[in-house]
């Protein structure tokens, strides 16, 4: 019978193309689309893995799981929430075992009264997830033109991978994206870490997913 999940994955293997993303095509095919094989690799999952998936035999992928299937075939932000919908009736990764959840965002007094200490110097107060608690008015000044600022909750991470200014921001993006992304993994807790990487995968696309922590080829 299969699933949602499974039908999905299979379809979209077989209208990618190897060349759409970059696959060297060696010898006749078969078919036109991806093969098992090549997706598993992309995925950093094994074939037998992906298979069960497609299959049906397996409805219980994790959310990383589902997210490497997503980059393997290089989905855009609608099919990655597809993708995710889809997961979740399947018996998936959207109803995983630990229970998601926001993180609170309460200062401790105490650190506010170090920031307030800190005027007029440039700085911050940020969780692990790297929401803008706190900042000094010279902060703010500096960062206002940067667009940081602008959302009523504002973000350090959500704005490093889903905001193009980011990049004129840091000039070493790259290095700044690792070690958000790394922070994140070391987030407040399992809970709070897995709602914000649903929360944030489908918009932040693979510049964000491909830093976290990828499934071992023994699923």
């Known amino acids: 019978?299969?699933?949602p999940l499974g039908r999905f994955i299979r379809a979209k293997r077989d209208q990618t193309r190897p060349e759409d993303l970059a696959i060297p095509v060696q010898g006749r095919r078969r078919a036109p689309g991806l093969r098992r094989t090549e997706l598993a690799a992309r995925a950093g999952i094994?074939?037998?893995?992906?298979t069960r998936i497609e299959q049906g035999r397996d409805r219980?992928?994790?959310?990383?799981?589902v997210t490497s299937i997503a980059d393997g075939l290089s989905l855009d932000?609608?099919?990655r929430r597809h993708l995710a919908y889809l997961a979740k009736i399947s018996g998936g990764a959207c109803a995983g075992p630990h229970h998601r959840e926001p993180p609170r965002r309460q200062v401790r007094p105490e650190a506010l009264q170090v920031l307030h200490l800190l005027k007029p110097a440039v700085a911050m107060i940020t969780n692990r997830l790297g929401d803008i608690l706190a900042c000094t008015p010279g902060f703010r000044a500096?960062?206002?033109a940067t667009g940081m600022l602008e959302t009523q909750l504002p973000s350090l991470t959500r704005?490093?991978?889903?905001?193009?200014r980011a990049r004129d921001t840091f000039p070493d993006w790259d290095h700044v994206a690792d070690e958000q992304a790394f922070s994140l993994w070391l987030g407040p807790s399992i809970a709070s870490y897995e709602w914000f990487k649903a929360e944030l995968a489908p918009t932040a696309g693979p510049e964000f997913t491909r830093r976290l922590p990828r499934p071992t080829a023994s699923y």
């Open 46 to 50: 094994s074939v037998e893995y992906l």
């Open 1 to 3: 019978m299969g699933t």
């Open 159 to 164: 704005y490093i991978f889903t905001d193009p």
């Open 77 to 79: 932000s609608a099919e």
């Open 142 to 144: 500096v960062m206002d």
């Open 60 to 65: 219980n992928p994790s959310g990383t799981v």
